[in-house]
């Protein structure tokens, strides 16, 4: 996915000058070797940090090299002030990590202490104020650090792709979903640019492109993903050109950002104006990285961007929409087997998830838009544009990022599945389930004010998406407690 940053490791050894230097060059060789193994590519800085002088040394090592994410590697004690003033002077994403001792035989010459040093160096940590990244237990030997330098690189990827990127609006946060309005000063906070625009700019710039020579390869483009499910052969010359219009606007307006993301009002005047839903256009963009946000929702096309940074997978972001009846749940006991029916709800929006995401999709149209726009007409026509089919089953997270109203960061994460039951609905939908998910419905989608949209990460990515709200300060990160776990409003005697 081009819009997505990429990340260029780097790792640099430490040593504390009391203890001999080749036992943390000779680790350092080793871990290097294990990433490598692991499929990782990471630059190997032969400068080992002892004192203020090699920092400097170090640092011109990693800035001619093009790292943008360090990995600070005590491969023994290591010095406290030095290794930390390298990571608040390199500036970004950093992890701190210590050698395990590898054998009983080779503990006079070959103990080097890294236990003990990465206590000193969380101190130091704190009194420079550097948020560093330091695994649930950051001691291992080399197979075990790579593991966690694979982590990295996901947590590394997201906070320097929120320092890079431009949200790109179009259109008023709609009244009827003050949901998500929330105060865009937080992103600023986390070095985020947003652009917000009338939905007229939007409209011109369409106008604009009304028969650009690329639309026909883009038409094509679209019959290919469709494959039998066109549906509506004759509306794609207008969702590619506002598919060209889309991008060619990304690419004149992101000035010193490198990546984009869009959050456009998308209903009901733009289907009178524009001719179409634009959901289809919103899947195809999202499934390339530029996750594009319906009804106005920055936050949550900044949502699905730390998603797709995350995971390499295109998200989505749908509605917690309806609850499994009864009749469905009780109908296929092998599916729900371990589930209570309130931890279940149906994921839905009109049709923005990625094709790839989902079976059995097709071009079809808006049936409340229809309701609504166009309720005489015997067939649809500017309600057309989503793509609907179920979403595929397995794996997913539920995540959010979100601001309360006086500009305080929160999240959520929810580690579940899509259960392979038919929706027997319409739109982009499915069936979800979720451990516990009735108490997490209640004491933090309610209490704490969330909007109906929630990102979805197609695998269990709540370890790095967790790290990662962590790294950027976000302070409020809820998860799905389990039943012995109360929340704090929990009432014990319900």
């Not at 917690?320 to 729900?336: A, Q």
Request: proline content about 6%.
């Amino acid at each position: 996915m081009a819009n997505i940053p990429e990340v260029k490791l780097g790792l640099v050894a430490v040593s504390r000058d009391c203890f001999p230097v080749s036992l943390s060059e000779k680790r350092r060789g080793v871990l290097a070797k294990a990433c490598q193994s692991a499929g990782l590519e990471i630059f190997e800085a032969k400068t080992t940090v002892e004192n203020e002088k090699h920092v400097l040394a170090a640092l011109d090592e990693l800035k001619s090299a093009g790292v943008n994410a360090l990995v600070i590697y005590l491969g023994n004690f290591g010095p406290e002030g030095p290794e930390t003033m390298l990571a608040k002077k390199f500036g970004g994403p950093t992890m701190f990590a210590s050698a395990a001792e590898e054998t009983q035989n080779d503990l006079i010459d070959g103990r080097g202490d890294a236990y003990c040093g990465m206590l000193n160096a969380s101190y130091s940590l704190g009194l420079r104020g550097v948020k560093a990244y330091i695994p649930e237990y950051p001691v291992g030997l080399p197979e075990d650090i790579a593991k966690m330098i694979g982590d990295f690189e996901n947590i590394a990827r997201a906070v320097i792709g929120l320092r890079q990127l431009k949200v790109i609006s179009f259109g008023p946060r709609p009244f009827d979903f003050l949901a998500c309005n929330a105060p865009i000063r937080a992103l600023y906070d986390l070095g985020v640019e947003i652009q917000e625009n009338s939905e007229l700019d939007l409209l011109v710039s369409f106008k604009a492109h009304e028969g650009d020579a690329r639309i026909p390869d883009v038409v094509e483009d679209m019959k290919k993903e469709l494959a039998d499910g066109i549906n509506y052969v004759d509306l794609l010359p207008k969702l590619a050109q506002y598919e060209i219009t889309l991008l060619d606007w990304a690419e004149a307006n992101r000035g010193a950002s490198e990546s984009v993301v869009f959050a456009n009002k998308c209903w009901p005047a733009f289907q009178t104006q524009f001719g179409f839903c634009p959901c289809y256009v919103n899947s195809r963009l999202t499934g390339r990285g530029i996750p594009v946000a319906c009804e106005t929702d920055i936050y949550g096309a900044v949502t699905e961007f730390i998603i797709a940074c995350a995971t390499g997978i295109a998200p989505t972001l749908l509605d917690i929409n309806n609850s499994v009846p009864r009749d469905m749940f009780e109908s296929n006991p092998d599916k729900f087997k371990g589930y209570d029916l309130k931890d279940t709800f149906m994921g839905f929006h009109c049709g923005n998830t990625a094709a790839s995401l989902m079976k059995d999709y097709a071009l079809k149209y808006q049936l409340i838009q229809k309701r609504t726009l166009e309720p005489d007409l015997p067939e649809p026509n500017v309600s057309r544009g989503t793509l609907e089919g179920a979403i595929n089953p397995g794996k997913i997270t539920l995540f959010r990022l979100q601001s309360t109203a006086d500009t305080q960061l929160r999240s959520y994460i929810a580690e579940g599945e899509i259960v392979d039951v038919d929706p027997k609905s319409f739109g982009g939908i499915g069936v979800f389930a979720v451990p516990e998910m009735g108490r997490f419905y209640r004491h933090v989608l309610i209490e704490k004010r969330y909007p109906h949209h929630a990102g979805v990460a197609f695998g269990h990515a709540g370890k790095v998406l967790f790290e990662i709200m962590k790294m950027v300060g976000v302070g409020d990160i809820a998860f799905n407690q389990p039943r012995n776990m109360l929340y704090k409003t929990e009432n014990p005697f319900a």
